[in-house]
């Protein structure tokens, strides 16, 4: 196959190629007799532009002209390119994909180079890239006869006969490189990866039948059961938090520091000053300062608090 083409809503292969090419040729040759004649006309307008209007054409028969030679122009202009592209296709005997084939080879050679010849597959297999020529460039006119299939009096003739299926089994090829070689040379990147047949027990998962669905409900419920019953031990032993205005002190007892209490008074008090986890570690055994101050969430005025620090300092006193 060479390209699936839009135009004519069809694939482009052996059998179809010849009448592709002769359309793409009548296409452009119409194109280019229109064009001449759209040409003219437009000269002719263009330099009658100062004569009054009634001589000329009117302003309807100005738009479709104007239109039509837009169109035909624009459409020539890649109706053109791709008949240069098929004719230098079939002088070289490649079809599209061969030719993005080759570029890809050429790609890969440039890269092997630059790293000593090799390239690595998708599971870290060196591959060696060497050049490869392309094995069906026979020569140009044999290119074109077997891309054409027949005389060189019938390439262009509109009604002339379909290619065999027959004749696209086997192509001649220049023998260049060992008939061993494969076209189109290996590409790292499409290397399959290769799979591992290595046999495993998949891991979370119960072997055969013995298991049914309510003995996995009530394995559940027991290991709930026993996370709730660890919950509600450990909860015990968690001291909450006081609010900030017991903790503060008063008048009669004023606050002190976290380092004047006692070890047995921290033991069993309340608040964070007190705290131990499930294992009876407190915050000073990772590392907290458990002598700076705390961050108190509770909304105290500031003049209550300046109050009671002047009824503090005033009984200290």
Known sequence: ?????????????????????????????AMSYLEYFLYIRAAVIWNRRNLPSYLGPSPTQLIFLFIFLVVNSVTLFALAILLARNIWCLGGNVTTIEGWEIERHETLVRRARALGGYLDGPDGTRIRIAKQEFPYDIGILQNMRQGMDGTPLLWLWPFAATPSNESGLEFETNSFEDA???WPPPDPDRIPVSKNYTSYIPAFTHVGDSVSTQDHVDAFRRRQHEDLKRFDQGASNVIRRQPFRKRYGTPEKPYEPLNHLSAGADDSGSGEEGWR?????????????????????????????????????????
């Not at 060479?2 to 002769?22: G, I």
């Not at 907290?288 to 909304?299: L, P, R, T």
């Open 180 to 182: 061993l070689l494969s």
């Open 277 to 317: 986890d499930n294992d009876g570690d407190r915050l000073d055994d990772f590392g907290v300062d458990e002598d700076a101050e705390f961050y108190d969430e509770d909304d105290i005025p500031l003049a209550e608090l300046i109050r009671k620090r002047r009824e503090t300092v005033g009984s200290g006193d």
């Open 1 to 29: 196959m060479d390209h699936h083409c839009p135009w004519t809503a069809n694939c482009v292969s052996h059998r179809t190629f010849p009448h592709f090419f002769r359309f793409l040729y009548y296409a452009v040759t």
